[in-house]
């Protein structure tokens, strides 16, 4: 044959190589070949190749070889082959002579240290992805193997710190449902010298599943861990900054070994895992910690036995920020009641600074002179502009009075004014929206404090409800604030016969579904049937 000119270079060379004649009968194979393969020269040269490689028969290997051999065509190809050699191989065939020359070489160990980097980055970007512990959990199992193990289960410790098993993964389809059980009740069974709960406090272990199944009393977590039968189990623990927070179990069927490299991406695993854990329970507190601190800016409940009056706040889901969206309800001393509505620029504690603090100079404001909605913009941006406030914000303020005449007759005067903000919703007793066409959209607060304030006023029927919202009710991306409104109008006038919390809590499911993009701030007030009970009532 033409390569026995070269059979001393073949014979010295570390890549395996083979030739076939026509008929597929093995004529040639290098030591190199010989040590991979795990065959002797005198089983393979003679033999035909598909009898001594049953396995190539239906593989990608053997359809590619045919077509080499059809075609006259060189191919190359890399995969794996299975039981007994395990390995994966890179392959070249060569048409010569009739027959076919092979090339190839052991790549199992680049192929499994791509895997390992392709798994990390997979792991790294699912848990990036995600501020839920549970849905994180029970993603990343199905990442993991079986790169990493043939299967495994997640535990996390819970805000008690109690170790619940929320994720799990078997290689093999059939065999899922019993690790879902197991994970279901192996927890309970495990004593104090488990690898889970070892691991729990910080130890890595390395423990034979067998000696793992002596340490359980009997019943059904030892019966379904023997059923699976892995030769032995993994177990690391989840560390975020300082604490551990949970602990990751992966098993190894048949003759897989752990070696230093299995081990050290396992634990490189097990750290990304615990760092994310610990970002979502920090952004949890976090959020909770903004949440708790912007409704402290705000109004509580407000009564009042000739009108209803209820408050809403819903955090914009994206981030754990505090912002400047506020409300207020309160009485002046005429007796006539005020509701205000406002958004000072910026999502920051900058931000929540100044909304508390143009919240309570507009209270001290309107609470002192008794002034009308225009005055009382006017003043606060006088205010701003004397105390140096370093920022823009919009509001809308609204007046409820009433003449004596007025009370017996059933009627309510809204009187409003309105710094840039979006402009008051007035739904009749009948489910019909008022049209407010003469409202003006005023120049925002913090720009020009000599700016004039104008009014608009507006007579209410007992029953009538207003309501004063932020934009963050009505925004959403890529649709303007006019599709905004239009859906807040039919959504209003579908709800309009609903008690008044039950209308505020449908609007804001209903709009932005309790994950507003933007904060919302919404305040409404239904008047009441009255009776006549002085001079001036609101």
């Known amino acids: 044959m033409p390569w026995r000119a070269g059979e001393r270079v073949v014979e010295t060379m570390p890549v395996g190589f083979m030739s076939l004649d026509a008929d597929w009968r093995i004529t040639y194979v290098n030591p190199a070949a010989v040590q991979v393969l795990g065959q002797s020269r005198e089983q393979l040269v003679g033999a035909d190749y598909w009898t001594a490689f049953p396995a190539v028969g239906d593989s990608d290997f053997g359809r590619a070889y045919r077509t080499a051999m059809a075609t006259g065509e060189p191919v190359t190809i890399e995969g794996f082959y299975p039981q007994p050699l395990n390995r994966w191989f890179e392959v070249q065939a060569l048409p010569a002579d009739g027959g076919l020359l092979f090339y190839f070489a052991d790549v199992t160990d680049r192929r499994v240290a791509q895997d390992r980097l392709a798994m ?114 993994l177990t690391l623990p989840l560390r975020g900054r300082g604490r551990t927070l949970g602990a990751l179990t992966l098993y190894f069927d048949g003759e897989r070994a752990v070696g230093e490299p299995e081990l050290a991406t396992a634990q490189e695993v097990a750290d990304r895992i615990g760092l994310a854990l610990d970002n979502v329970r920090l952004f949890a507190q976090q959020r909770q910690l903004a949440e708790e601190l912007q409704r402290s800016l705000l109004t509580g409940a407000f009564t009042h036995d000739q009108a209803e009056v209820v408050v809403r706040y819903t955090p914009a889901a994206e981030a754990a920020r505090v912002g400047g969206d506020w409300y207020d309800a309160f009485r002046q001393p005429s007796g006539s009641t005020m509701l205000v509505i406002g958004d000072v620029v910026g999502h920051d504690t900058a931000a929540a600074a100044a909304m508390g603090q143009l919240r309570s100079l507009l209270r001290g404001i309107a609470t002192y002179s008794d002034a009308g909605p225009a005055e009382v913009l006017r003043g606060l941006d006088a205010s701003m502009a004397q105390l140096q406030v370093g920022t823009y914000a919009t509001a809308a303020v609204a007046r409820f ?63 009538t409800t207003v309501l004063l919202f932020t934009d963050g009710l009505i925004e959403r991306r890529g649709d303007d604030l006019d599709g905004g409104m239009n859906r807040l109008r039919a959504a209003a006038m579908d709800l309009a016969g609903e008690p008044l919390d039950v209308l505020c809590d449908e609007l804001v499911e209903r709009l932005v579904h309790g994950q507003p993009e933007d904060d919302v701030a919404l305040v409404a007030i239904r008047l009441l049937p009255q009776l006549p009970a002085g001079p001036t009532a609101g």
């Open 401 to 463: 009075e009433q003449t004596p005449d007025e009370l017996a007759r059933g009627l309510t005067r809204m009187r409003w004014s309105n710094a840039g903000h979006l402009p008051p919703l007035v739904i009749h007793p009948d489910g019909t929206l008022a049209a407010l066409a003469d409202w003006r959209g005023e120049l925002l607060l913090g720009v020009d404090p000599a700016a004039p304030r104008g009014e608009s006023v507006v007579t209410l029927d007992s029953g």
């Open 120 to 233: 990390l980055a997979r792991v790294s970007a699912e848990l990036a992805g995600t501020l839920d512990v549970e849905t994180a959990a029970a993603r990343v199992p199905r990442l993991i193997v079986p790169v990493l193990g043939d299967w495994c289960v997640l535990t996390v410790l819970d805000v008690d710190g109690r170790p619940q098993d929320v994720g799990w993964w078997h290689v093999d389809p059939a065999r899922r449902a019993l690790v879902e059980r197991y994970a279901a009740v192996r927890l309970a069974s495990m004593p104090v010298t488990s690898p889970v709960v070892r691991a729990l406090l910080g130890e890595t272990v390395l423990a034979e599943a067998e000696d793992v199944a002596d340490l359980m009393p009997a019943g059904e977590a030892q019966d379904l861990l023997r059923l699976l039968g892995p030769h032995s189990g």
